[in-house]
């Protein structure tokens, strides 16, 4: 399977699904479509990993650049990690995101 960032568009919010392995080689398409969903200042953008089969480092660094451009127009960012990727809750727990930003085990109805 390829990488892949599918977009759904809320009247206040965006959620990012993010497919497949985030690391170095696919972190720049993240970072772009966080940008695009900025560029309409949402109240919150959800970067939902649930499809997210593999995080590095490059893909932390690009969740935490989202939370500081987030930051920088007045959105918020939130994880959505289930416990059931065990793989990716892992880093993200390890790397104690939960510190800096919300982290949820499924996406809020609309």
């Given amino acids: 399977m390829g990488f892949a960032v599918v977009r759904d568009e809320r009247p206040d919010d965006v959620v990012l699904g993010v497919h497949g392995e985030l690391d170095i080689a696919t972190a720049t398409v993240l970072r772009h479509e966080v940008q695009e969903a900025l560029a309409d200042t949402p109240r919150t953008i959800y970067l939902d990993l649930t499809g997210t089969t593999f995080l590095d480092s490059s ?23 289930p416990a ?4 990716v809750r892992w880093v993200v727990d390890f790397m104690r995101f939960d510190t800096l930003l919300p982290i949820r085990d499924g996406v809020p109805s609309a």
Wanted: charged share 25%.
């Fill in 59 to 81: 893909g932390c660094r690009e969740l935490l650049a989202a939370v500081r451009a987030g930051s920088a127009v007045g959105s918020a960012v939130e994880l959505v990690v």
């Fill in 84 to 87: 059931e990727n065990r793989k």
